[in-house]
């Protein structure tokens, strides 16, 4: 706490400047995401869809959909497979999977 006193940071201060950090990161691989080279499997997208959403809107509170929608009802059992989960922790799960998925498919330039 000295150093943080000496320097006239508050704990909130380097907190922000954290999170200000992990945003930033958390946005370039949302970026890197959407310019995949090659379009990932089905398991591998909905992970990082539902991960994404679980970080940017929380827990799912929209109502399932219909059973004929295949995909948004893909999506939407992904992201409640996330329920419950810390927006922080679904955060940083997603930049390690994005990182994983950059690394498998490439990036478009």
């Known amino acids: 706490m000295a150093y943080l006193d000496h320097c006239r940071l508050t704990t909130s201060d380097v907190y922000n400047t954290l999170a200000l950090f992990r945003l930033k990161d ?6 890197n995401v959407r310019k995949l080279a090659k379009t990932p499997p ?4 909905a992970k ?4 994404f959403k679980q970080a ?4 799912c509170e929209r109502d399932k959909p ?11 059992e992904a992201w409640m497979s996330n329920k419950g989960m810390d ?8 930049m390690e999977e994005a990182e ?5 498919f490439g990036v478009k330039s």
């Open 100 to 104: 994983k998925a950059v690394e498998k």
């Open 56 to 59: 940017t809107v929380g827990d």
């Open 42 to 45: 089905n398991e591998v997208f």
């Open 26 to 31: 958390f946005k370039k691989a949302a970026e």
């Open 66 to 76: 219909n059973i004929t929608e295949l995909k948004e009802k893909a999506k939407y």
């Open 87 to 94: 927006r922080e922790e679904a955060a940083k799960l997603y």
């Open 48 to 51: 990082l869809y539902s991960l």
